[in-house]
């Protein structure tokens, strides 16, 4: 029903910037809910930012707060994650991931839909 599909990440000194793109396909773009997480090796997947079409407002973890902006073109069927400041701590995989209605905005298990994942790693 969605296919996700990422780019961008790569590796960056600390405080430099990157921005991911995840292109989604499907008819469903326009009303799902789409979110970023994140995970580092031996961790779990942490959450980044989400956005809810039905309010339309966008969440963002408290460790990437003014930091990261998160933003979605309708017309291309992507969603981005602008990351500016970037901190040796940001060094993780990072997934787009998407669902109809998630029962909690920041929960990875509640997501359907996901990215294959892209690296980001900053370097101090």
């Known amino acids: 029903q969605v296919q996700l599909t990422q780019s961008g990440g790569g590796s960056v000194q600390a405080g430099g910037s990157l921005r991911l793109s995840c292109a989604a396909s499907?008819?469903?773009?326009?009303?799902?809910?789409m979110a970023w997480f994140r995970q580092a090796p031996g961790k779990g997947r942490e959450f980044v930012a989400a956005?809810?079409?039905?309010?339309?407002?966008?969440e963002y973890a408290d460790s990437v707060k003014g930091r990261f902006t998160m933003s979605r073109d309708y017309a291309k069927n992507t969603v981005y994650v602008q990351m500016n400041s970037l901190k040796p701590e940001d060094t993780a995989v990072y997934y787009c991931?998407?669902?109809?209605?998630?029962?909690?905005?920041?929960?990875?298990?509640?997501?359907?839909?996901w990215g294959q994942g892209t690296q980001v790693t900053v370097s101090s």
């Open positions: 991931a998407a669902d109809a209605s998630p029962t909690d905005l920041f929960r990875a298990d509640r997501y359907g839909y």
């Open positions: 956005h809810r079409r039905t309010v339309n407002v966008t």
């Open positions: 499907g008819p469903t773009f326009y009303t799902y809910t």
